[in-house]
């Protein structure tokens, strides 16, 4: 499975961006999406995650009431739509599939290269 992700650029603070990311080689709808970002000197974090059934959504304290994730299961792609974007969110952006908590960390089986995002102050 090949996960390719888009939309991510430069944008300034207080602005909107989303993000899609789309998979080619099997079907998902079976399968839990999840976003994750790294910053340059840090961690990879995990941001969301939206699961197949039920369609439920979960997410990182840092981004709850300003990202929101969605999937579309006809065209195999799933979504990270972010508002109210501050500097600190500047990051490369990764979806990943098959997506899983296991205690405290989320981890995912695919993933895609990576989209950076940019806010500038």
């Known amino acids: 499975v090949q996960l390719v992700e888009s939309g991510g650029g430069l944008v300034q603070a207080g602005g909107s961006l989303r993000i899609s990311c789309a998979a080619s080689?099997?079907?998902?709808?079976?399968?839990?999406w999840g976003w994750f970002r790294q910053a340059p000197g840090k961690e990879r974090a995990f941001l969301a995650s939206?699961?197949?059934?039920?369609?439920?959504?979960y997410y990182a304290d840092s981004v709850k009431g300003r990202f929101t994730i969605s999937r579309d299961n006809a065209k195999n792609t799933v979504y990270l739509q972010m508002n109210s974007l501050v500097p600190d969110d500047s990051a490369v952006y990764y979806c990943?599939?098959?997506?899983?908590?296991?205690?405290?960390?989320?981890?995912?089986?695919?993933w895609g290269q990576g989209t950076q995002v940019t806010v500038s102050s």
């Open positions: 080689g099997m079907p998902t709808s079976r399968y839990n």
């Open positions: 990943a599939l098959d997506v899983r908590q296991i205690g405290t960390r989320w981890q995912g089986r695919y």
């Open positions: 939206i699961t197949w059934s039920p369609i439920d959504t």
